[in-house]
């Protein structure tokens, strides 16, 4: 007797034990993933907060550091993930970058270059941030980038002792950002990318009392490069109908002043 009691015992255990790791992993499945992509294995520090909120809220995160221009480069150097919250490392057996987005629902770049942002544009692949772009947009994956990034390489503003550059490629730098948004890239601030995320991930703004208020209606019918100039700051947020006109003086004040226009 005491032989068939220790029996169902047993087997009531695993069948509890069974339906607790099913459980685990139906609850693991269902937790979104973020790709995040950093310069170097430094520049994720800044952006702990946001990974703690994004935890939060259920959203794991793979994150990969690209060290030096050998690994941000195509060849021979591949990409492996480690697993949700974990580094992913380089290896020569691992899936290529191209891969890399089927397995999550949003890609995160903090911050871009000029060089990498002139390959999305205009088509090219050749490092590791310009292929994963591609193949996210390609399958149709949201991708989010920082816009307040000065388009110079980590690397090279420790070379050249350099925060920003030259006028000439600001001017450049600025036009590939505007093609980017043409393309379907979500461009916020670096301390926004958490916000991003979740609306891009939900399909609905989340509340932010600082972007209401840097939001601003225009309701007559032509925008002038002085209107923008006295009523607009920069990263604000401009809302048009979209039977106003705003002459080429406005639109490259806009520009300069990182200004997003809505057409509604």
Same mark, same amino acid.
């Given at each position: 007797?005491?032989?068939?009691?220790?029996?169902?015992?047993?087997?009531?255990?695993?069948?509890?034990?069974?339906? =607790?790791?099913?459980?685990?992993?139906?609850?693991?499945?269902?937790?979104?993933?973020?790709?995040?992509?950093?310069?170097?294995?430094?520049?994720?520090?800044?952006?702990?907060?946001?990974?703690?909120? =994004?935890?939060?809220?259920?959203?794991?995160?793979?994150?990969?550091?690209?060290?030096?221009?050998?690994?941000?480069? $195509?060849? $021979?150097?591949?990409?492996?993930?480690?697993?949700?919250?974990? #580094?992913?490392?380089?290896?020569?057996?691992?899936?290529?970058?191209?891969? %890399? /987005?089927?397995?999550?629902?949003?890609?995160?770049?903090?911050?871009?270059?000029?060089?990498?942002?002139?390959?999305?544009? %205009?088509? %090219?692949?050749?490092?590791?941030?310009?292929?994963?772009?591609?193949?996210? $947009?390609?399958?149709?994956?949201?991708?989010?980038?920082?816009?307040?990034?000065?388009?110079?390489?980590?690397?090279?503003?420790?070379?050249?002792?350099?925060?920003?550059?030259?006028?000439?490629?600001?001017?450049?730098?600025?036009?590939?950002?505007?093609?980017?948004?043409?393309?379907?890239?979500?461009?916020?601030?670096?301390?926004?990318?958490?916000?991003?995320? =979740?609306?891009? %991930?939900?399909?609905? /703004?989340?509340?932010?009392?600082?972007?209401?208020?840097?939001?601003?209606?225009?309701?007559?019918?032509?925008?002038?490069?002085?209107?923008?100039?006295?009523?607009?700051?920069?990263?604000?947020? $401009?809302?048009?109908?979209?039977?106003?006109?705003?002459? /080429?003086?406005?639109?490259?004040?806009?520009?300069?002043?990182?200004?997003? #226009?809505?057409?509604?």
């Amino acid at each position: 007797m005491d032989h068939n009691m220790n029996v169902e015992l047993k087997e009531l255990i695993e069948t509890i034990v069974r339906d =607790l790791l099913e459980k685990a992993n139906s609850a693991q499945k269902t937790r979104k993933k973020v790709l995040f992509i950093f310069c170097d294995s430094s520049a994720h520090e800044s952006f702990v907060d946001q990974f703690i909120m =994004l935890d939060n809220k259920e959203i794991s995160y793979d994150v990969v550091f690209l060290d030096g221009e050998t690994s941000a480069w $195509l060849g $021979l150097q591949q990409i492996e993930s480690t697993g949700s919250t974990k #580094v992913i490392a380089a290896d020569e057996w691992a899936p290529a970058p191209l891969e %890399l /987005p089927k397995e999550y629902e949003v890609v995160a770049i903090p911050e871009i270059d000029l060089d990498d942002a002139a390959r999305i544009v %205009l088509g %090219l692949k050749g490092s590791v941030k310009a292929e994963i772009v591609f193949s996210a $947009l390609t399958l149709g994956k949201p991708v989010i980038i920082g816009e307040d990034v000065p388009g110079i390489k980590r690397a090279d503003r420790r070379t050249l002792k350099k925060l920003c550059l030259p006028p000439a490629y600001q001017k450049l730098f600025m036009q590939y950002k505007e093609d980017l948004k043409n393309m379907g890239v979500i461009l916020t601030k670096q301390e926004r990318i958490y916000e991003a995320i =979740l609306e891009t %991930l939900s399909g609905s /703004p989340t509340p932010s009392s600082e972007k209401e208020g840097k939001r601003k209606r225009f309701e007559g019918i032509v925008v002038t490069a002085d209107w923008v100039h006295d009523y607009l700051e920069e990263n604000d947020s $401009l809302i048009v109908n979209k039977k106003v006109l705003i002459t /080429p003086q406005a639109k490259d004040l806009l520009n300069e002043k990182r200004i997003e #226009v809505k057409f509604v």
